[in-house]
């Protein structure tokens, strides 16, 4: 398991992406604040006119974004302090070439999520409390396999932005992260991607690796 904000390249895409995110909501007409003695560096409160919202900026890059639990497991950390979730995503995980922020309504998020932990919850899944549990943005929501419950809340909330990508900036933000906030490379594998993987790691084609999956 990685921390995506281990290394310079990743660092920058993150603080891109969130740069991106930030600039779609202006677009939109929000003014964007920091919340002060939150504790939570993703949280920002947008202002438009006299309405006044909290919303948390996910950023991914591989299109699933995650929340975890709270300390005593009873709810969803950060979650559930927002009235609306920013996602700000690369458009593919293999060969991104745009961002697309998506704004979701928090509600809607958190039923997600709440379906998404029971299922996994019945099915055996070992969740650590303070582990983001991690939902995919663009696949559409399923039972089979079990990660699909709660997935497609990009779908259901098209993006109100999509920009081209361009080389980030390079700036470390390693140092505005909590631990909470800190993307982990744990979502869910694609079939198609476990085998890029396995082929990168054996130096065989991608065309000879074969995985059987037994339930």
Avoid: C
């Amino acid at each position: 398991m990685t921390n995506v904000s281990a290394t310079p390249k990743k660092i920058a895409t993150r603080a891109h992406l969130f740069e991106i995110a930030v600039r779609a909501l202006e677009k939109e007409g929000w003014t964007v604040e920091r919340v002060a003695r939150s504790g939570k560096s993703s949280l920002r409160r947008i202002k438009k006119d006299k309405i006044s919202k909290t919303v948390s900026i996910r950023t991914s890059q591989d299109t699933w974004i995650a929340f975890p639990r709270n300390s005593v497991d009873d709810g969803w950390a950060t979650l559930s302090m927002v009235d609306f979730v920013v996602a700000s995503t690369v458009d593919d995980r293999d060969n991104p070439r745009f961002a697309q922020v998506h704004l979701i309504d928090g509600d809607e998020m958190r039923e997600r999520f709440d379906r998404a932990y029971r299922a996994r919850r019945q099915a055996g899944y070992s969740m650590p409390v303070g582990r983001g549990i991690w939902l995919s943005l663009y696949d559409e929501e399923g039972t089979q396999p079990v990660t699909l419950v709660g997935a497609g809340a990009g779908l259901a909330y098209p993006p109100i932005a999509k920009e081209l990508l361009s080389s980030p900036s390079g700036v470390d933000i390693s140092a505005d992260l909590d631990p909470e906030d800190v993307e982990l490379e744990d979502a869910p594998l694609s079939i198609s991607e476990a085998k890029r993987r396995l082929a990168l790691t054996l130096g065989v084609d991608i065309d000879d690796i074969s995985i059987t999956i037994r339930g």
